[in-house]
């Protein structure tokens, strides 16, 4: 309990960011009746010893007594909670130590002043730490410390909304007594994985050998979101964007996009033969594919797609390739990109029958049955990411911002996975070779990552919206060491 204790007290100062102490902050415990409070106390007691001016309010019947006498040992001292609490408006920072895992759904929480800076003990109270449903009145926070293991509600239902960053605080032992099976990817995460996935071949290679994205995309029904995609893989930094789009609206793409060239049915045959022949490192004509944006799926495009979904080169698959895309067994490594109203009918597709409702309640769930029908990563797109193997592995994403949620913004994290997947030090591949579901994964979730930098990135200038997002990525995959 005193590691936690320790850990949250650290994320405290951290949030707080000032040493010496500035005059007038104020740290405020809500201490619960269980264990949560107690490991609120315990960090209220190291605040005190580090020269904090702290205030613990007493929410519940009872609070742990060992932590309230250490506490009061070293200065703090503790007040019933009421609703015109003096402290609680005059906090700089509150920890939220009412509820974590005992939490049952329902309690009486207290109100706390809007703009309050919040960091969660454990869990949010007021969430519940398996389903992730939360209640009207949660504590929504700014960060969370949450101890031994990530907790199911935090990655599903309300949890990624309420819940702020997480840091997971390993303890000596795993007091949840299993593994997790759902990882979340944060920031700090995501540069890890793209460092582990980097390979020492970046350097001295050609465009090709950087790699080539191949993307089919675009409609005179659409005729922006071909755009987007290869505006954002471009400004990602990609080797080479090949693009195969309807004739009708190939002159826009090459004033829009003057960096890519067109690839006809004829060449995209000649590529994927081409992949077959090459092995690692000596440059496929295409290397990755991103496939639908923009796709009219009444006039598809014919004949050269069927191939492309037949190889083995990796794939993103978004928006109406979402509808051509076949169900079951595949060679070809793949992430499909549906938001929930398109997760139904991938669904729908292979035979089964689930509303929007049932998918929002629990996304991880029907993600791994779209995962399992198309043997393939799905990537389900929303406030949350949830990212599902067909093994049922899976990683979530709430490093967002909900200003993403604009017109061509899915076309975007299009084009930053085709990027992705396209880079050769990244996926290994350029060739012969495949990626794992494991790899595609990871780099979807890297992928997810980046999109909400950017819209983070975009949020804190002004409004947002698509191509703000791909001004801005040339920065951003700086910060992500490309
Ligand atoms: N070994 C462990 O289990 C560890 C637990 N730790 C801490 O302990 C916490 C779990 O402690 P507890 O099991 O004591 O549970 P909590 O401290 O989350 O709260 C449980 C208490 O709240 C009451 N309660 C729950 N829902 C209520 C409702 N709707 N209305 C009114 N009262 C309600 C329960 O009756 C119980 O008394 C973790 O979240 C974590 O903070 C950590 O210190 C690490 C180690
Ligand atoms: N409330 C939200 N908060 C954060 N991100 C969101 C939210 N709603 C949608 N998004 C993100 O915005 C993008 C929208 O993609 P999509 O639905 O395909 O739109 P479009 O087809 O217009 O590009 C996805 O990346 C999704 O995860």
Redesign the pocket.
């Known amino acids: 309990m005193k590691q936690a204790a320790s850990a949250l007290a650290a994320e405290a100062v951290d949030m707080l960011g000032e040493q010496p102490v500035a005059p007038g902050t104020l740290v405020v415990g809500l201490i619960g009746p269980g264990n949560n409070g107690g490991d609120g106390l315990y960090a209220l007691a190291q605040l005190e010893d580090q020269g904090y001016a702290t205030a613990a309010l007493q929410c519940g019947p009872s609070v742990h007594s060992d932590a309230l006498s250490v506490y009061e040992s070293a200065g703090g001292r503790i007040a019933p909670y009421s609703q015109d609490n003096q402290p609680l408006a005059n906090a700089t920072l509150i920890i939220d130590a009412l509820y974590g895992l005992g939490y049952r759904s329902g309690a009486e929480l207290p109100r706390i002043p809007r703009g309050s800076r919040v960091l969660a003990c454990d869990l949010p109270s007021g969430l519940n730490p398996e389903t992730g449903v939360a209640d009207d009145k949660v504590l929504l926070a700014e960060r969370t410390v949450t101890f031994g293991a990530m907790k199911s509600g935090l990655l599903t239902g309300d949890g990624p909304l309420v819940t702020g960053d997480i840091t997971v605080v390993p303890l000596d032992f795993d007091f949840t007594g299993q593994a997790p099976r759902t990882n979340l990817i944060d920031k700090q995460a995501a540069l890890q994985l793209l460092d582990a996935h980097r390979s020492w071949r970046d350097a001295g290679r050609h465009k090709y050998q950087r790699g080539v994205l191949g993307l089919i995309a675009g409609s005179s029904l659409y005729p922006g979101?071909a755009q987007?995609t290869a505006r954002a893989a471009v400004n990602c930094g990609v080797g080479l964007l090949r693009t195969h789009v309807p004739e009708d609206i190939a002159p826009l793409l090459a004033v829009a996009v003057p960096e890519t060239v067109p690839l006809d049915d004829d060449q995209i045959r000649e590529a994927l033969s081409s992949a077959r022949r090459y092995v690692h490192g000596r440059g496929a004509k295409i290397s990755s594919w991103a496939i639908g944006?923009g796709l009219d799926s009444r006039t598809p495009p014919t004949g050269a797609i069927a191939e492309v979904f037949a190889s083995r080169q990796p794939a993103v698959i978004?928006?109406s390739g979402l509808e051509l895309v076949p169900a079951g067994p595949s060679e070809q490594p793949r992430v499909l990109?549906?938001?929930a109203k398109?997760l139904r009918m991938l669904l729908r597709r292979a035979g089964v029958t689930v509303t929007i409702e049932e998918i929002t309640a629990d996304p991880i769930r029907w993600t791994r049955w779209a995962a399992l029908s198309y043997n393939a990563v799905v990537l389900?797109?929303?406030?949350?990411?949830y990212i599902v193997a067909p093994d049922g592995s899976s990683l979530v994403v709430s490093h967002?911002?909900?200003?993403?949620?604009?017109?061509?913004?899915?076309?975007?994290?299009?084009g930053i996975l085709g990027y992705l997947l396209s880079d050769s030090s990244l996926t290994g591949v350029n060739g012969v070779q495949t990626v794992s579901n494991r790899r595609m994964m990871e780099l979807a979730a890297c992928a997810?990552v980046i999109?909400?930098e950017a819209?983070r990135a975009a949020a804190a200038c002004g409004t947002v919206n698509?191509s703000r997002l791909i001004e801005l990525l040339p920065g951003i995959m700086k910060r992500f060491g490309f």
Do not use: F, W, Y
């Open positions: 979101a987007l944006p978004d928006a990109t549906p938001h398109e389900l797109k929303g406030p949350t990411n967002t911002a909900p200003q993403l949620a604009t017109a061509g913004s899915g076309d975007v994290l299009t997810a999109h909400g819209g698509a």
